[in-house]
């Protein structure tokens, strides 16, 4: 009986062959199962690699701390001290036209806005405001052929933070080298 193997993203992979060998390290020697795919990677499965000795999962533990989110002041304002033209403004590269390679064969992706809770709009019109007004985003004139929604997080505080949801639609245009890992 073949196996059906899946690629991340459900494209299934066609079998070429199965077969078992033994494989060893200078530590253990196994008896694995290896399926033989078209794809143009090895792959050495989790379960032969946890056999092997190669691949250790260790069970995680919770260790109760404090905020780590909190800073110590003054070595914050030793810092600020010590370089004051790095903590005047939020940095910006100048001068500099940043080029992605996209992908021409990749259809543009439109997502439909989502929706802001009523109670939050007021705090996001402020943040959009805000990041306008220091330059960190733009306003676009006319149509674009990407669009991706923002995403309201609210933070432990009360306050938000906004995200943008690129993984439909950044990830897939961009060659490797641009973007190595998927998001």
Request: glycine fraction near 6%.
């Amino acid at each position: 009986m073949q196996k059906r193997l899946y690629a991340y993203g459900g494209r299934e992979l066609k079998v070429e062959d199965q077969f078992q060998i033994e494989v060893s390290t200078t530590k253990k020697k196994i008896v694995a199962d290896f399926i033989v795919v078209k794809t143009g990677h090895c792959l050495l499965d989790h379960s032969t690699a946890t056999d092997l000795g190669i691949l250790r999962v260790c069970q995680a533990e919770t260790v109760k701390t404090g905020n780590c989110n909190t800073l110590d002041d003054s070595l914050v304002g030793r810092f600020k001290a010590r370089y004051p033209s790095v903590f005047q403004e939020i940095g910006k590269l100048k001068n500099n036209q940043l080029k992605l390679h996209i992908d021409p064969s990749v259809i543009p992706v439109v997502q439909k806005v989502r929706r802001v809770p009523f109670s939050l709009k007021d705090k996001v019109t402020s943040i959009v405001n805000d990041l306008l007004e220091q330059d960190i985003i733009e306003r676009v004139q006319g149509p674009t052929a990407w669009v991706s929604p923002i995403v309201v997080a609210p933070k432990a505080s009360g306050d938000i933070r906004l995200c943008v949801d690129i993984c439909e639609g950044l990830t897939r245009p961009l060659s490797e080298r641009d973007c190595p890992y998927q998001l």
